[in-house]
């Protein structure tokens, strides 16, 4: 099992920066990909940001150069994966899932989310 935890999130204007964090734990060291996803209210969960096999990097068509995820180094069996935002706008707004998972997929594990509101 794989234990994440979600914080960063929060109110920001058009334009702005925002860092999400992700703490894991647990048995991460079986862990393939790491991920972000989000859900805008009214839609489907999308991914956002995913690492593959700690060095290969994707992003969700949106991002457009604007996100960057990133990974601590494991110490000891805990982790942090962190999400850069910057040039946030409107459609950015939504809940915020940190995700793990055994194959390129990181959808075995989830945390709770966190709330991202971009507004001015």
């Known amino acids: 099992q794989v234990q994440l935890v979600e914080s960063g999130g929060g109110l920001v204007q058009p334009g702005g920066s925002l860092r999400l964090s992700c703490a894991a734990s647990?048995?991460?060291?079986?862990?393939?990909?790491w991920g972000w996803y989000r859900q805008a209210p009214g839609k489907q969960r999308e991914k956002v940001a995913a690492?593959?096999?700690?060095?290969?990097?994707?992003?969700?068509d949106f991002v457009k150069d604007r996100f960057t995820i990133s990974r601590e180094a494991n110490e000891g069996a805990k982790t942090t994966m962190s999400l850069a935002m910057d040039s946030l706008a409107f459609e950015d707004t939504g809940v915020y899932y940190c995700?793990?998972?055994?194959?390129?997929?990181?959808?075995?594990?989830w945390g709770q989310g966190t709330q991202v509101v971009v507004a001015s």
């Open positions: 995700s793990a998972g055994l194959d390129p997929r990181p959808t075995s594990y």
């Open positions: 647990g048995n991460i060291f079986s862990i393939y990909a």
């Open positions: 690492i593959i096999s700690n060095f290969r990097t994707e992003y969700g």
